[in-house]
């Protein structure tokens, strides 16, 4: 069956320092592949989305990869900020199928 | 131009009731997908509708039904209500439906309605 799993439900970095987030998917073959943010008690809020034959995409202190090969996306914020903290979905999408991960619960501690 | 509007924000029910959410995708928006959020399943898809008729379904019971209005506006109905329907219910609109052309569109989420089963 279809997985998604995304690394600890919880991380922990001090701020300054850059955040790597994974994404890990199974028995999925994903045209696109987005990233949502989302606060406490609010809707999720899209962030980035990458495509099967793009490698990486930067948007501001943003940066995420998908290898294919590896069945993986990361999702890396440089320069962390205390304002960065939140809780960080990926979403593969294959045709009408479009998932959302579990979700890493983030906190940049200053 | 303004976002995804849900109403109500919070809801309190009991066992056995019914309930009916609204949704108002940003304008232009044709897409309209409902998500059921809980601390243990997470973001759960329920069902999408474009141009009023639904497109894809989750697999959830028939209890959890939904319309789509010819302006967009959309409204999901919850039936016999149970304890486990407690959740946070989620609204996203886009352009286009998933899975068809120019599929790749983000999707924007309303803030939810808050619905707690007593």
């Given at each position: 069956s279809q997985k998604i799993e995304q690394n600890s439900e919880a991380l922990n970095i001090q701020e300054g320092k850059t955040a790597t987030l994974t994404c890990n998917y199974t028995n999925y073959s994903p045209a696109y592949l987005q990233w949502y943010r989302q606060d406490p008690g609010r809707g999720p809020v899209f962030l980035l989305l990458i495509r099967e034959n793009e490698k990486e995409k930067r948007k501001e202190r943003l940066k995420v990869t998908f290898d294919?090969?590896?069945?993986?996306?990361?999702?890396?914020?440089?320069?962390?900020?205390?304002?960065?903290?939140?809780?960080?979905?990926?979403?593969?999408?294959?045709?009408?199928?479009?998932?959302?991960?579990?979700g890493t619960r983030l906190s940049v501690l200053p | 131009k303004a976002g995804v509007t849900q109403t109500p924000?919070?809801?309190?029910?009991?066992?056995?009731?019914?309930?009916?959410?609204?949704?108002?995708?940003?304008?232009?928006?044709?897409?309209?997908?409902w998500y059921q959020q809980t601390p243990g399943q997470g973001l759960q898809f329920l069902f999408e509708y474009f141009s009023e008729t639904q497109r894809n379904k989750g697999n959830f019971p028939g209890r959890?039904?939904?319309?789509?209005?010819?302006?967009?506006?959309?409204?999901?109905?919850?039936?016999?209500?149970?304890?486990?329907?407690s959740a946070l219910y989620l609204c996203a609109?886009?352009?286009?439906p998933r899975g068809g052309t120019d599929s790749n569109q983000p999707q924007h989420f309303g803030d939810g309605t808050r619905l707690s089963i007593l």
């Open positions: 294919t090969t590896l069945k993986q996306s990361l999702f890396h914020i440089t320069a962390s900020q205390p304002a960065d903290s939140a809780t960080y979905l990926c979403a593969p999408q294959e045709g009408q199928n479009f998932v959302f991960g579990p | 924000r919070y809801l309190i029910k009991t066992r056995g009731q019914q309930v009916t959410l609204s949704c108002s995708p940003i304008s232009g928006h044709r897409s309209v997908s959890f039904s939904g319309r789509q209005f010819s302006n967009s506006r959309s409204e999901m109905n919850v039936s016999t209500l149970e304890l486990g329907d609109s886009s352009l286009n």
